[in-house]
């Protein structure tokens, strides 16, 4: 588990299976953000 500073100055958890699924995690979190 890690946590992140998105642009609104939130703290996000976010969590990655893997390296590889680094990309796939962060663009899915970017997507519920937004919506």
């Known amino acids: 588990m ?3 500073v998105n642009e609104a ?3 996000v958890q976010i ?5 590889e699924g680094r ?3 962060h663009s899915c979190f ?3 953000s937004s919506g």
């Open 23 to 25: 990309l796939r995690s």
């Open 15 to 19: 969590w990655y299976p893997v390296t």
């Open 30 to 32: 970017s997507v519920k």
């Open 9 to 11: 100055g939130e703290v």
């Open 2 to 4: 890690m946590a992140e």
